[in-house]
C-alpha cells in the first residue's frame, strides 16, 4: 500500500530555519493532501491540506507547495521552533466511488534551539 | 473537533493470549482504519474497512488479526493469538469525507 513516499526519513534543522519535507504519491486520481503532526505520546493530528487544484496552500509558517505534473509536493516549515519538533506524516486521498485513503511513513522533525 | 477515543491506552498481555483492541470512532463516520507504529518510528498501514467489509489490508494483518464493528458500535482489533512482535502501538482512524481523524493509541505490549 506504498502509495505515498515521504523523504527524508528524519530531518534535524536549527531553530530559525526552513525544514522543507517531501512527499510523492503514485495514483492520479488522488485529489486531496493533508498533512498531519504528531507529537510523542498522541495521536497524527491534522496540520493542513491541499486539495489537487491548487499549487500552494499557506496556513501560517506552514505552506504546502504542490507539482501535480510531477506528483510530488513539499511541506515547508518556516522560521522553525523547538516545539515544531515533531513526525510529519504526508497523506492522499482520493474518491473513486470508494475512498482511498493512504497515509506516508513520516518524517521525523528536529528543531534544535 | 471530532474525538476518535481509543481503550484502552495501554494493555499487557502475555504471548499466546487473545487482545481486542477497541476503538469508538465519531458517530457519522463510515470508513475505518487501523495503523500500526514500533517505538515512535513510521506508520504502517494494517487494514481499511467500509460497510461492514475488509477493503484492503497489509502483509502486516496477518492471519491471526481481525477486524469487525459489530452493530455500529466499537470498531475492533482482535490479535488471536498474540505474538512478540505484535507489541507496538495500535492507531484508530475513521473518517466520513476527506477529513480523517486519529485516535490517540493503545499501547499494547505482548510479554
Known amino acids: 500500500q506504498q502509495q505515498v513516499r515521504q523523504s527524508p526519513q528524519s530531518l534535524t534543522v536549527w531553530e530559525g530555519e526552513t525544514a522543507i519535507l517531501n512527499c510523492s504519491y503514485e495514483?492520479?486520481?488522488?485529489?486531496?493532501f493533508p498533512w498531519y503532526q504528531q507529537f510523542p505520546g498522541e495521536g497524527p493530528a491534522l496540520l493542513i491540506s491541499?486539495?489537487?487544484?491548487?499549487d500552494k496552500k499557506e496556513d501560517g509558517r506552514f505552506t504546502i507547495f504542490f507539482n501535480k505534473r510531477e506528483k510530488k509536493l513539499s511541506l515547508h516549515i518556516t522560521d522553525s521552533q523547538p516545539g515544531d519538533s515533531a513526525t510529519y506524516f504526508c497523506?492522499?486521498?482520493?474518491?473513486?466511488?470508494?475512498?482511498?485513503?493512504?497515509f506516508g511513513k513520516g518524517t521525523s522533525l528536529t528543531v534544535i534551539p | 473537533g471530532p474525538k476518535v477515543l481509543q481503550i484502552p491506552s495501554h494493555q499487557i498481555i502475555d504471548m499466546g493470549q487473545m487482545v481486542t483492541l477497541n476503538c469508538d470512532p465519531v458517530?457519522?463516520?463510515?470508513?475505518f482504519y487501523w495503523y500500526k507504529q514500533i517505538l515512535g518510528q513510521q506508520m504502517e498501514f494494517l487494514v481499511n474497512?467500509?460497510?461492514?467489509?475488509?477493503?484492503?489490508k497489509s502483509k502486516l494483518f496477518k492471519d491471526q488479526f481481525s477486524v469487525e464493528r459489530p452493530d455500529g458500535s466499537y470498531f475492533t482489533l482482535k490479535i488471536q493469538p498474540t505474538a512478540l512482535e505484535d507489541s507496538a502501538v495500535y492507531f484508530c482512524?475513521?473518517?466520513?469525507?476527506?477529513?480523517?481523524?486519529f485516535g490517540k493509541g493503545t499501547r499494547l505490549t505482548v510479554v
Open positions: 482512524a475513521s473518517s466520513f469525507t476527506r477529513l480523517v481523524f
Open positions: 495514483d492520479s486520481t488522488f485529489n486531496y
Open positions: 491541499i486539495r489537487s487544484v491548487s
Open positions: 497523506a492522499a486521498i482520493s474518491n473513486t466511488g470508494y475512498q482511498n485513503f493512504y
Open positions: 458517530s457519522n463516520h463510515l470508513y
Open positions: 474497512f467500509y460497510n461492514g467489509k475488509v477493503m484492503e
